[in-house]
């Protein structure tokens, strides 16, 4: 059971799309045991379900897909006023720079930047004044593998569009996050690839987000969890 001290977020609402699994749900947890209201969005009922009985009964979920547009203002409406938004759904298609492209909807670059931007719009409408936003890219953003091209365009874009949007949005904070090497089974497995000798887990990428999200003097910054795998 984790307890905390601090209860920056006790009586706030927090948004996480893609929050019923991975980095989201780990997100969940830790913004959950700081006191806030939790309302998890995402298109698989059986993660929803299965989070909400790990987060309690008093945790909201909301079937709702980032590649819905016309979507959008049904579940914002079914929320309502919020303070802070975290989104690590990364919805996509093909990356590969040798991959053929029929249209740029096809693409990683289209399912991730642009869906996230687009939803932005409507989303600040129903974020409170003081409340904030978190994005997420990911290593490839600076350092590139060679299979996912656009993978790196679409992480860097990522990034951008959270200085963008700080500028834009302000005094809304708006920040991202940029994790490495994480474990999906939370197990801290050994690496060689990082300083610290192993990789991270979802806790360590919700504790960052839970900070940017409770630090008011953090805006358009990228927070880079990555063990130092940056300096290896």
Do not use: C
């Amino acid at each position: 059971m984790l307890t905390f001290v601090n209860m920056e977020l006790k009586n706030k609402k927090v948004v996480l799309i893609g929050g019923s699994h991975g980095m989201g749900l780990g997100t969940a947890k830790i913004a959950s045991a700081m006191g806030a209201e939790v309302i998890l969005v995402g298109r698989d009922t059986a993660q929803l379900l299965a989070a909400k009985q790990t987060l309690g009964p008093e945790t909201r979920t909301i079937a709702g897909d980032l590649t819905q547009p016309a979507s959008y203002s049904t579940w914002l409406n079914e929320i309502g006023t919020f303070d802070h938004l975290f989104i690590s759904a990364s919805p996509g298609g093909e990356s590969s720079f040798k991959s053929a492209y029929p249209n740029i909807e096809s693409s990683y670059l289209y399912g991730k930047f642009w869906h996230t931007f687009i939803f932005l719009q409507q989303a600040v409408n129903h974020i409170h004044p003081k409340g904030s936003i978190t994005l997420m890219s990911g290593g490839y953003a600076v350092r590139p593998h060679p299979d996912y091209s656009l993978v790196t365009v679409a992480f860097a874009a990522t990034e951008a569009l959270a200085r963008a949007m700080a500028v834009t949005l302000a005094p809304i904070r708006v920040n991202a996050i940029r994790p490495t090497w994480i474990d999906k089974e939370g197990d801290h497995t050994a690496t060689s690839k990082n300083l610290n000798g192993f990789m991270g887990s979802n806790h360590d990428i919700g504790h960052a987000v839970v900070f940017l999200m409770t630090n008011d003097y953090m805006t358009g910054q990228t927070l880079e969890v990555d063990g130092g795998t940056s300096l290896v």
